[in-house]
């Protein structure tokens, strides 16, 4: 018991001593990140500001595109498999079955009719609605859509300058299907990251939200590393250090109610009264902010170190290119999606919004075609109004479930514990009402899909249900009264204040400690030496 509890103090202190200023660094930075913006454009944000469509004559249809640049098509994405970073013999490795269209919308870039095409083996293609070929955004292309996205939003457009054309960019992520990029800057410090490939833009900040990006999230997930070409190991890094914050946090909050000695029952304190051992004002900093702050900075580290999935304890979040695939059902596509037509009395819709794109989507034989407005408005175009029936969704889950039974399709007409919007979302971006498929399979799987475009939106299974509950719950606090604001405000901003607390007197009592430990030990003078050098002293 004797070694139980010295090995309890020991890793507690030097645990402690080398990861102060990281759990400082944390807690920081989550304040950060709590008020920062999502890095990404979100596809509301994209129409927002995209170009009105206003079709014209002689456009093609999105089955003459896709044939048209079937040739480019399959050279380009023989390039892209070489490119892949850790793939070598990408080259000689073709898709088993021919892509088929996953996705498809038609907008305006930069002034032309563009169908942006993503197939169910994840590659992404710009194909021209005037002639069927690839395109390729160019620097000036690329300066004249972000012009065209800042008059979306202002009176006078600011002044625009190009940076750079950038392989790969920190601030993005699953970038490889969209890369290059060109960086743009506005005069009064906007900046924009647009895709060479599709020419969407990406990313949108003004100064303030990069300096919460770079001050939150960069700092918080380790991407420094990435910076100085450690990105390979950062995930490992993660990995350890979560687990090292865990061991500190669980052996640090022990070791405080060990110590804690509150009188209760006449039971004796320390002297004076005092219910902890420590007279030193950072120790008692430490002892109290720890006490009390201790289980929320325990729920951070471990729910932190959960994140990274160490030895693959969840199954993965999204769903492969193959199961996306069976779940679209491949093949031909359907007449209306191949042959259909935009044309000039698609400037509007019902009530005056603008339409500024179209988006095809599909299941199996069974197509939809939505207009998408400036608002974030889908108005549907084709069918019978109300997006995908139940027959078409359940047909295309069973396709997905194989051999696994689909024991039931539900309407959600409220959000629940699984599909909700984030705090920076809205309606707009996590729509209402949503199909909930549940799977007879010993997992109990859950899929969540959109019933207006067919998309699928979640699965969880039992282990990403685990997930839910161990990361997000607990790193995130977004379950229950909890999740609304300000009342999630109050309650994460008060327990990253015993974290700051607990982490400044980390780092301080850390400090203090190596210097003692790592100082040069004066060495003993005999009693006898020194009674004499004190009688010479007094003789002079």
């Known amino acids: 018991m004797k070694f139980l509890n010295w090995l309890l103090y020991e890793v507690h202190r030097w645990l402690g001593i080398a990861l102060a200023v990281f759990m400082f660094a944390w807690f920081l930075t989550g304040i950060a990140i709590m008020y920062s913006t999502p890095a990404t454009q979100s596809r509301i944000q994209q129409l927002a500001h ?69 197939d169910t083996q994840g590659m992404r293609f710009a194909l021209s609605a005037n002639d069927g070929s690839l395109r390729e955004t160019s620097a000036e292309q690329a300066l004249q859509i972000a012009g065209d996205w800042f008059k979306a939003g202002d009176a006078a457009p600011p002044a625009l300058r190009y940076l750079a054309s950038v392989e790969k960019t920190i601030i993005l992520r699953n970038q490889d299907t969209l890369r290059p990029f060109h960086h743009i800057a506005a005069e009064d410090g906007r900046e924009l990251l647009i895709s060479a490939r599709t020419g969407e833009v990406l990313h949108a900040s003004t100064r303030l939200e990069r300096a ?141 919004a603008e339409i500024v794109g179209l988006n095809w989507r599909r299941l199996g034989g069974e197509a939809i075609l939505l ?19 139940e027959a078409a969704v359940k047909a295309a889950v069973q396709r997905l479930a194989g051999e696994t039974k689909v024991t039931s399709i539900e309407t959600l007409l409220d959000y629940d514990s699984y599909y909700y919007p984030r705090h920076h979302q809205d309606l707009k971006d996590r729509p209402l009402p949503v199909y909930l498929a549940k799977l ?78 790592f100082a040069p030990k004066k060495q003993a003078v005999p009693r006898a030496v020194q009674a004499a050098k004190l009688k010479a002293e007094n003789a002079v």
Not at 483 to 512: C, E, H, K, N, Q
Request: net charge positive; glycine share 14%.
């Open 212 to 352: 919460f990006y770079w001050s939150g999230n960069w700092l918080h997930l380790l991407k420094p590393l990435e910076a100085v070409g450690l990105g390979e190991y950062r995930h490992a890094i993660q990995l350890g250090l979560g687990l090292f914050a865990t061991v500190a946090s669980l052996t640090g909050l022990i070791i405080g109610w060990l110590r804690w000695r509150p009188g209760f029952g006449g039971k004796p304190t320390y002297s004076q009264g005092r219910t902890q051992p420590y007279r030193e004002f950072w120790a008692k900093w430490h002892f109290w902010s720890g006490l009390l702050g201790g289980t929320a900075a325990l729920c951070w580290a471990f729910s932190g170190f959960l994140d990274t999935n160490p030895g693959k304890w969840f199954t993965e979040a999204n769903y492969s290119q193959a199961e996306l695939s069976r779940f679209l059902g491949g093949g031909e596509l359907p007449a209306a999606m191949r042959d259909w037509r935009s044309g000039p009395s698609l400037a509007s819709a019902e009530g005056g």
């Open 371 to 389: 207009a998408e407005t400036r608002e974030g408005g889908r108005l549907p175009l084709t069918g019978s109004g109300g997006g995908f029936g």
């Open 50 to 118: 995209a170009e009105a469509l206003a079709p014209q004559p002689g456009w093609l249809s999105l089955g003459e595109t896709w044939e048209r640049s079937a040739a480019q098509r399959r050279a380009a994405a023989a390039e892209r498999r070489v490119e892949a970073p850790g793939d070598a013999d990408a080259a000689d490795k073709q898709p088993a079955v021919p892509p088929a269209i996953a996705d498809a919308r038609l907008l305006r870039i930069a002034g032309a009719p563009v169908w942006l095409v993503e």
């Open 440 to 517: 007879a399979d010993d997992s109990g799987t859950l899929i969540y899909l959109d019933p207006q475009d067919g998309r699928l939106i979640g699965k969880f299974d039992r282990s990403r249900r685990v997930f839910r509950w161990l990361y997000s719950a607990l790193h995130h606090w977004d379950f229950g009264w909890l999740y609304y604001r300000p009342i999630w405000d109050v309650w994460m901003l008060v327990w990253i204040s015993f974290g700051l607390v607990l982490g400044a007197s980390s780092l301080v009592i850390g400090w203090r400690r190596l210097k003692k430990s």
